[in-house]
Nanobody, 121 residues
Framework: QVRLVESGGGLVQAGGSLRLSCAAS????????MGWYRQVPSKQRELVAT???????NYADSVKGRFSISTDYDNNTVYLLMNSLKPEDTAVYYC???????????????WGQGTQVTVSS
């Protein structure tokens, strides 16, 4: 069974940095895409950054120039380096990996449990 485990969230002052990581395990055959989303109470989950194999990363306008997504496909891991953090970046961050566990069929989306990022002013 696929499992995504996130780490790296926490409390940081405005202007600081954090690095999130998300490792997937459980019979993974191939990965098509990896990404990070975030959600605050009473709002929909929103895209932060994603990367599909063979394509350039895609970032939300609000994080361009401050956040950087990177991947380690050999270890099924995706990272999010967050610099120049702002209070409005405060949210629960979820990782997503689009992958398959069999040689046939399509890719499915899997989600991490979420990690809280809090930026104080």
């Amino acid at each position: 069974q696929v499992r995504l485990v996130e780490s790296g969230g926490g409390l940081v002052q405005a202007g600081g940095s954090l690095r999130l990581s998300c490792a997937a395990s459980g019979g993974i055959r191939s990965i098509n895409a990896m990404g990070w989303y975030r959600q605050v109470p009473s709002k929909q989950r929103e895209l932060v950054a994603t990367v599909t194999i063979g394509y350039s990363p895609n970032y939300a306008d609000s994080v361009k120039g401050r956040f950087s997504i990177s991947t380690d496909y050999d270890n099924n891991t995706v990272y999010l380096l967050m610099n120049s953090l702002k209070p409005e970046d405060t949210a629960v961050y979820y990782c997503n990996q689009r992958l398959k566990t069999t040689p046939w069929g399509g890719f499915n989306d899997y989600w991490g449990q979420g990690t809280q990022v809090t930026v104080s002013s």
